[in-house]
C-alpha cells in the first residue's frame, strides 16, 4: 500500500508507517507505537492465540476483549 487509503475505523486518510493491517479482519487502520502519544490510534499491537506479536483494530480488539470474557479466546492488547 503506497497510496493513501482510509482508515476503517475513524475513516480519516492515512499512509505506512502510520496504517497497519488488522491481522484479524484484513482491515487498515491507524496505529499509534509511541505510547507517550496523547492520540490512542484505532487500533493496538496485540499478543494473541499462540502468542504471537500482531496488530489489531479497536472494533476487532473489542470482539476478543468480549468472547474472553466469556470464556473465548483471549487477547492482550498493549494500548
Do not use: Q
Request: glycine share 12%; aromatic share 8%; proline share 9%.
Amino acid at each position: 500500500m503506497s497510496e493513501p487509503t482510509r482508515c476503517a475505523v475513524c475513516h480519516e486518510p492515512g499512509t505506512p508507517p502510520d496504517l497497519a493491517e488488522c491481522a484479524d479482519c484484513g482491515k487498515w487502520f491507524h496505529l499509534v507505537l509511541d505510547v507517550r502519544s496523547p492520540d490512542p490510534g484505532c487500533g493496538a499491537a496485540t499478543f494473541g492465540g499462540n502468542c504471537g506479536f500482531s496488530f489489531a483494530c479497536n472494533p476487532c480488539i473489542e470482539v476478543a476483549e468480549a468472547e474472553a470474557a466469556t470464556g473465548g479466546r483471549w487477547r492482550s492488547a498493549v494500548r
